[in-house]
């Protein structure tokens, strides 16, 4: 493990993917939070507090041991206002995608960084719009189990990229992380990454 290493907290192996694509290492520590929202919280402040929460409490485990950066995010997808995070099922998850069929939504990511003193934080939105979409493709998605874990029932980056017409916004930050929001969140604190020639992956 290379010296100049970060926590994640988080257990999404699409987010440490997304790590090590701009040469990030990293620590995986998931946090457990209650993730339920604020009477008259906004979908933006949602997002962004969770990620913060997250932040701090893995802060908190590991500052005692190897204090490092801490990095977080949390995702969601906004439908007319009303958030559809990971459904619950695969019943509830064909209705998510049904909901989706033919019209655009928001992805709101959250991304917050906890080191020493600061805690900073950042918002990525992102439109997406889904083609019409038939019964039996929602059903032979669900089949593939992907939907499962994920916001709003869809992967873009896996199968579920076949039901996005076009996006306006950040590709990463659907995935799971918004890659411009958190080289500057790195960059602040001094953390590398490969935009630093010394720290290139080999």
């Known amino acids: 493990m290379k010296k100049d290493f970060i926590y994640l907290a988080s257990a999404s192996p699409r987010r440490g993917t997304l790590l090590e694509q701009i040469g990030v290492a990293f620590r995986a520590v998931p946090a457990d939070i209650s993730e339920v929202r604020s009477p008259g ?10 990620a913060e929460e997250k932040a701090t409490k893995v802060w908190e485990q590991t500052r005692h041991d190897q204090p490092r950066p801490v990095l977080a995010a949390d995702t969601t997808v906004e439908l007319d206002g009303r958030l559809l995070g990971k459904p619950r099922d695969a019943a509830d998850a064909l209705v998510m995608l049904a909901d989706l069929s033919g019209r655009s939504h928001r992805v709101l990511t959250g991304v917050a960084l906890r080191h020493e ?22 059903q032979a998605y669900c089949a593939t189990g992907e939907p499962l874990d994920k916001a709003g029932a869809y992967g873009i980056q896996g199968c ?12 990463s930050a659907v995935v799971g992380l918004p890659l411009a929001e958190t080289v500057e969140l790195l960059m602040s604190v001094g953390q590398p990454c490969w935009l630093m020639a010394d720290t290139r992956p080999q």
Not at 41 to 50: D, F, I, M, N, P
Not at 117 to 138: G, M, N, P, W
Request: hydrophobic share 40%.
């Open 41 to 50: 919280e906004t979908s933006e402040r949602y997002v962004v507090r969770l």
């Open 160 to 171: 579920g990229a076949v039901f996005v017409e076009w996006i306006s916004g950040s590709f």
């Open 117 to 138: 003193s600061e805690l900073l934080s950042a918002l990525s939105a992102t439109e997406v719009r889904f083609r019409k979409t038939t019964d039996a493709e929602r």
